[in-house]
């Protein structure tokens, strides 16, 4: 009778924190920090929906699309031949294209099994010093020069620790309920943004 039967609420990777090696999937527990306390309140809001109403609850990889979002301003520091390691470029990122966060928000949407937190990022998190690699040769510029912490953290201010933490996600429930990628692999989404 026209009352909500699914809830599909966005948060974010930032719900885990600064992780280092540790896989991430979705039954981890919640990290520590601003950003972390964010997303849980945020999950803990949406998870007041009624009980007859399914509640999904996305935690989004950085996005990668030609629209810009996370990337445009990577390529154009990309282009310029800058985009080296930042810091010591071991931190592990967790990436989705912007097909497959779409493809999730469908798949949660149409797929009564999936409820909860739901990682939505590709298969493989990379290390930051191979998305920057990455990045340049999609480009076709050298992948030259490392950013330092302290100067990542004057321009970027509190972003820095966004790009900063290290978090190895893995889409489990995307996996276990069907859901197949148009972008499993790094390059191939790039090429495409």
């Not at 924190?17 to 997303?39: K, N, Y």
């Amino acid at each position: 009778e026209g009352s909500v039967t699914v809830i599909v609420s966005g948060s974010a990777l930032g719900y885990y924190g600064d992780r280092g090696d540790e896989l991430l999937q979705e039954d981890s527990p919640q990290g520590s920090g601003f950003l972390s306390e964010v997303c849980k309140r945020w999950e803990d809001a949406a998870l007041q929906a009624p009980s007859h109403t399914r509640v999904v609850l996305l935690r989004t990889g950085f996005v990668i699309g030609s629209q810009g979002g996370f990337l445009k301003p990577l390529k154009a520091i990309a282009k310029l031949g800058l985009s080296g390691p930042l810091a010591s470029g071991r931190q592990w990122w967790s990436w989705v294209h912007l097909v497959d966060a779409v493809g999730l928000i469908i798949h949660a949407l149409e797929n009564e099994t999936v409820q909860g937190p739901v990682n939505v990022c590709a298969p493989q998190a990379v290390r930051q010093r191979d998305f920057a690699r990455a990045l340049s040769e999609s480009v076709r510029r050298p992948s030259l020069l490392p950013a330092p912490s302290f100067a990542l953290k004057w321009v970027l201010g509190e972003f820095a620790s966004e790009v900063l933490s290290s978090r190895r996600m893995i889409p489990t429930v995307a996996l276990t309920t069907g859901y197949g990628f148009h972008y499993p692999e790094l390059e191939a989404a790039l090429s495409d943004s």
